[in-house]
């Protein structure tokens, strides 16, 4: 045994244990609102303590643990914490990455560990809509800043005739919509367009009415209660899936309702996690993220399903092409890929 590699492995679990605590720490700061509060300016503890009501001694504490993971500055001359620039986009402007969503998503799943163990034992699954609350915004969250990024300036347009279509006046399906961040930035990009948003999660659903309400476009964007076996309507110029389809247990026969959905010229945009068809080419920081979502949340969720299916966040391309193929598809390619998603156009 060589104990030179002893002690690098313990290192890296030093390290993993440290971000796993820091996860809730990164929690607390989001709730009480401390990195906006910080983002105003340098601050001593009890300086900081004057400024969002805290108690100093628990925010010496947090400041100093976020110190040391990176996501806040000291300086050791005048005793404040303070954000960088780049620090405060991330971690606290409502138009940045929101980074500490993917951590309140991150505890929210790590609540089922007791179910997810027991299916480990029986085989069984745990459904999406049996997770805590904070699985569903905190996956809102985490990825709508990819979408606005990404949507309207990008794969809309990599993909042939749909944005003339949306422009002019078309019709979408957004399928698996979550609590419908995507279908109120598609009808607020495209004013004639109107969108129907489904989700097997009523309480999702409810939330993604209030959501296109308070942007203002409840009159163009509706939404049921549905599986992607079963949402209504036909003769949709685009049908959208975003980070979904790998979570079903029956994908072929989603694939299959996709395709008498849509119009004869219409287009399927399906969104996936990045990942690569060679396994040991997913052994990377974002392949661990996906890895372990998917052990929470994607797996569990296509095993507690009828239909036989449990792809995963990291199935690859080649898995989701066989999909499509059996569901009668006969036009598959990706159109645009990012560090966290991979995109493609699918036509019958």
């Keep these: 045994m060589d104990h030179d590699t002893v002690t690098e492995f313990l290192g890296q679990v030093v390290t993993d244990m440290g971000a796993t605590g820091a996860a809730g720490s990164v929690v607390v700061g989001y709730r009480l609102g401390l990195y906006r509060s910080l983002a105003q300016g340098p601050a001593t503890p009890e300086r900081f303590a004057e400024r969002t009501g805290c108690h100093p001694r628990y925010l010496t504490e947090w400041l100093r643990g976020q110190a040391a993971g990176g996501y806040v500055t000291y300086d050791p001359a005048t005793g404040e914490f303070s954000l960088t620039e780049e620090q405060a986009f991330c971690l606290a402007d409502p138009n940045g990455p929101n980074v500490p969503a993917v951590f309140v998503l991150g505890l929210g799943y790590l609540r089922a560990e007791p179910q997810i163990t027991e299916a480990f034992r029986t085989g069984g699954g745990v459904g999406w809509h049996e997770h805590h609350d904070d699985v569903f ?165 296509g095993m507690s399903q009828p239909g036989g299916y449990a792809l995963g966040a990291q199935a690859g391309e080649a898995a989701i092409r066989q999909v499509t193929t059996e569901a009668g598809f006969t036009r598959f390619r990706r159109v645009a890929q990012s560090a966290f998603n991979l995109v493609y156009e699918i036509r019958p």
């Excluded at 969250?141 to 949306?166: M, S």
């Excluded at 419908?180 to 004013?191: E, I, N």
């Excluded at 996936?272 to 797996?299: H, I, K, M, Q, W």
Aim: proline share 5%.
């Design 137 to 301: 915004a905190g996956c809102d969250a985490f990825y709508r800043p990819g979408y606005v990024a990404e949507l309207v300036p990008n794969w809309i347009p990599a993909l042939d005739d749909v944005e003339t279509k949306l422009t002019a006046g078309g019709r979408v399906a957004d399928v698996g919509c979550g609590l419908g961040s995507s279908s109120v930035l598609l009808a607020q990009a495209y004013p004639r367009t109107t969108v129907v948003g489904s989700d097997y999660h009523g309480e999702s659903i409810e939330l993604a009415r209030k959501k296109a309400a308070d942007a203002g476009v409840g009159e163009r964007v509706a939404f049921e209660t549905a599986t992607a076996q079963t949402f209504t309507g036909t003769g949709y110029d685009l049908v959208a899936m975003f980070d979904c389809l790998h979570d079903m247990g029956d994908p072929v026969g989603a694939a299959r309702r996709v395709r008498e959905a849509l119009a004869p010229d219409g287009t399927w945009l399906l969104v996936e996690p990045n990942a690569s068809d060679v396994v040991e080419e997913n052994f990377n920081p974002v392949g661990r993220l996906y890895y372990a979502g998917s052990t929470f949340l994607c797996v569990p969720n």
